[in-house]
């Protein structure tokens, strides 16, 4: 790019206010919408909006525009997505016709950008139905006139990112991959028997070496074909990484996840990037938070997490919808109300199969008014939703539950629910939201649950709760995890994005 005078190339741009407002309201295409209430619908388009022209752009402006436009890979884009090559040749030009069109180029492809890094990539109508989360309308127009006429460009620009650490922290994760790519990846470690400590003399063990360093620069490479305890440990931070029980053997589990390629995990980094835009550009501070990938739950209480328990979250085929609401009561003892679909797939033919089976489980049939029926299982020891269920608004019919279920916590891989979230500690959680209130203390939870009555406790404040997929975070130790993508719904994430570009068939 060549140097311009900044007196000359700004004389060179001064445009009516009417071309340069043009040039702002065209750019302006709608936004993915969010709707106040999550619904797996397509949303409406928003008209854009015309704003007052902002002054000519200075050359200095223009060139901070252009430096963020090619820094777009960054945040994930493609080298050239968001190129000002051609606009910036013409701003070079003597035409002033010419100057114009490029003005208006840049215009446009900084609207353009701004959307992305912003709010996305998809349209409305690209959005799964189980995704529930949905980017709020967004339309860059308005900020970027202001920014110009106060002279804080830069600001501007540097808030149009999602404002959190995760963002910021698996920005910097794509810069370590990409790397890794670069220098061509790493070398797919051999199928065969397990291999554990004190294992010596198999070629796997330098190539398992080989391949752990390649992500964790704490590895001093030997080449000694001996499975010491330094390797034992690696693996297990790596088996730590992945989610998987960390038990230091190199069993199908860890050889599988350690053989993904780097190309998939830089897409799983790049979906989370995406789903990052998804969120208010503010979290509320008292919050409850739930990996669905990796069936976690934490609450947070002013930002800082006070509570985190294991989950069981959807297996696939019926997965846990990412969403947010916000949890207005506590019921205390609840009956199921079984949904249909499960009644007709599941409990009917164990009825048919063993007579008197759904009696023998608390279930009753309770006619609907239409000549139907519904069955409900009551409360009590044989609950399916145990003792505590949590109610939130949401098209799905999900809610966190309790359950008499309680062998899968132990287990590392937790996705086998219908949809809802089970919590491995619900009463806690009830006592926590429920904490300061006159009426229910501590101790008339536990007397009230002791009864077996299903009673509703009201939330003072409601809680606000967020059903989230992260399958690629970053640690405090500066270590990306990964997650298994048990929904596909990383794969599908970036298919999406692909054919949504420009050009795409």
Not at 13 to 40: D, E, N, Y
Not at 278 to 293: C, G, S, T, Y
Not at 324 to 348: D, F, M, Y
């Amino acid at each position: 790019m060549c140097v311009r005078d900044p007196l000359t190339v700004t004389k060179s741009l001064k445009v009516t206010t009417a071309l340069l407002g043009a040039a702002l309201w065209m750019s302006a295409a709608p936004a993915v919408q969010a709707q106040a209430q999550v619904r797996p619908v397509r949303a409406p388009q928003q008209a854009p909006t015309q704003v007052p022209a902002p002054p000519a752009l200075r050359a200095d402006q223009i060139d901070l525009l252009a430096k963020a436009l090619n820094d777009a890979p960054a945040h994930g884009f493609d080298p050239g997505a968001f190129a000002p090559d051609r606009a910036l040749a013409l701003l070079d030009s003597r035409s002033g016709a010419d100057r114009q069109a490029g003005l208006n180029q840049l215009v446009a492809l900084t609207m353009r950008y701004a959307r992305a890094v912003h709010s996305g990539r998809l349209a409305a109508a690209d959005f799964d139905a189980n995704w529930g989360l949905r980017p709020a309308p967004y339309d860059p127009a308005p900020g970027f006139a202001a920014a110009l006429q106060s002279d804080r460009l830069a600001a501007w620009l540097e808030d149009l990112s999602p404002p959190y650490t995760g963002y910021q922290t698996l920005q910097k994760g794509l810069v370590t991959y990409r790397d890794i790519a670069a220098r061509g990846g790493w070398a797919v470690v051999p199928e065969g028997a397990p291999l554990k400590l004190g294992d010596k003399g198999d070629a796997r063990i330098v190539q398992l070496e080989a391949r752990l360093a390649v992500e964790d620069p704490t590895i001093a490479v030997d080449g000694v074909a001996v499975f010491d305890e330094a390797l034992q440990q690696a693996l297990m931070r790596a088996q730590k990484r992945f989610g998987l029980n960390p038990d230091g053997v190199l069993g199908k589990g860890t050889l599988t996840a350690l053989n993904v390629p780097v190309q998939l995990r830089i897409d799983q980094i790049l979906a989370n990037m995406e789903r990052w835009r998804w969120l208010p550009q503010e979290l509320p501070a008292d919050r409850i938070q739930v990996n669905i990938a990796a069936a976690v739950m934490s609450v947070f209480h002013h930002d800082a997490p006070t509570l985190t328990m294991r989950a069981v979250t959807g297996r696939p085929g019926d997965e846990t919808p990412m969403l947010q609401s916000q949890i207005h009561s506590i019921v205390l003892n609840p009956p199921w109300n079984v949904p249909s679909s499960i009644a007709t797939k599941e409990l009917w033919p164990k009825e048919r199969a063993n007579p008197g089976y759904l009696a023998r489980n608390d279930f009753i049939v309770i006619p609907t008014g239409d000549g139907g029926s519904r069955l409900q299982q009551k409360a009590g020891d044989k609950a399916a939703l145990g003792v505590v269920k949590f109610d939130f608004n949401n098209p799905y019919g999900v809610y966190l539950h309790d359950t008499p279920s309680r062998a899968k916590f132990a287990s590392y891989s937790r996705l086998a629910s219908h949809g809802c979230v089970r919590l491995e500690k619900p009463i806690p959680l009830a006592k926590q939201l429920l904490n300061g209130s006159a009426e229910w203390t501590p101790e008339n939870v536990d007397s009230t649950i002791a009864s077996g009555k299903t009673v509703r406790a009201q939330l003072a404040q409601p809680m606000a709760v967020f059903l989230l997929y992260w399958t690629a975070y970053v640690t405090p130790d500066g270590q990306v995890n990964f997650r298994d993508d048990p929904y596909g719904w990383d794969r599908t994430l970036v298919q999406r994005i692909a054919a949504s570009k420009p050009g795409s068939a």
